[in-house]
């Protein structure tokens, strides 16, 4: 019989209710997953959670992946309300959990003879976010740089957006330096999206390696980012639209390069 959770000063409750906070979730190094992909995906990919939270309602049984781990897994219960309360979303699945985040460096990012790898240059939208880590692993990128600037890969609304990217490809920090450094000594271009690049999307060679940079959703990329770019590409678009969303963009690119490269 699992214990029932049924005070909100649960010191778990408190706990995941203040991983909202980026200087918490920065601090502890944790991770909240919400909802049945995130826990399975983790638990699919070998990352045991240091706490499941069910609610107390929901039958096990909705949740076959916990299973096997219910001999390594801290698995508890929590009253209906509470458990609602503590939630991050309007309609939670019954199952929460706190995890470690994946730790990486940037020469995790390069494997393979041609890595294509996603940088993303002060991006503010979560959503926006998860949604090109979702993109970038489809597309089978190797790995993602966030740039200074960029929202919080463990922002809530960037873990459901991603879909359990974060446990499927390197997802790290870095300075611009830094992977400017790294891009240098390892001869991968830096290529950069923007509206007004002469070379479409389509027309550049995708089968080499390439570090692919998406800038901010209303500055674009930032100056210095700019000035060491090796290449630029455009989306050609019909009729009088601007530009198209960040993260479109970005899945649009990727899954061209995604194209070329399985003709190979």
């Known amino acids: ?132 880590l979702r993109s970038a692993v489809a597309a089978g990128a190797a790995g993602a740089v966030l740039l200074p600037g960029t929202v919080d890969s463990a922002n809530p609304k960037t873990l459901r957006a991603a879909m359990g990217a974060h446990f499927a490809i390197p997802v790290v920090e870095a300075t611009t330096s830094e992977l400017l450094n790294e891009l240098r000594l390892r001869q991968i271009p830096l290529v950069a999206a923007a509206a007004t690049a002469t070379t479409a999307y389509d027309g550049f060679d995708w089968s080499v390696p390439a570090a692919v940079v998406i800038g901010n959703e209303g500055a674009g990329v930032s100056r210095v980012v700019a000035e060491a770019a090796d290449a630029w590409v455009s989306i050609p678009l019909a009729a009088a639209v601007e530009s198209l969303n960040a993260a479109i963009a970005m899945s649009v690119i990727f899954f061209e390069a995604a194209r070329q490269r399985r003709s190979l």
């Open 1 to 132: 019989m699992l214990s029932v959770i049924n005070s909100a000063q649960n010191q778990y409750l408190k706990l995941y209710r203040n991983l909202k906070k980026r200087d918490v979730r920065d601090e502890l190094n944790l991770l909240p997953l919400e909802g049945v992909k995130l826990v399975s995906d983790a638990l699919s990919r070998g990352i045991i959670p240091k706490l499941i939270l069910v609610r107390e309602d929901v039958d096990m049984g909705k949740f076959p992946f916990l299973l096997p781990h219910l001999g390594n897994a801290s698995i508890v219960r929590v009253a209906e309300k509470l458990f609602d309360c503590t939630a991050f979303t309007d309609s939670p699945q019954g199952i929460i959990a706190i995890a470690e985040k994946p730790s990486y460096t940037l020469t995790d990012l390069f494997v393979g003879t041609a890595p294509l790898l996603l940088v993303v240059d002060a991006v503010q939208d979560p959503g926006n976010l998860g949604t090109m």
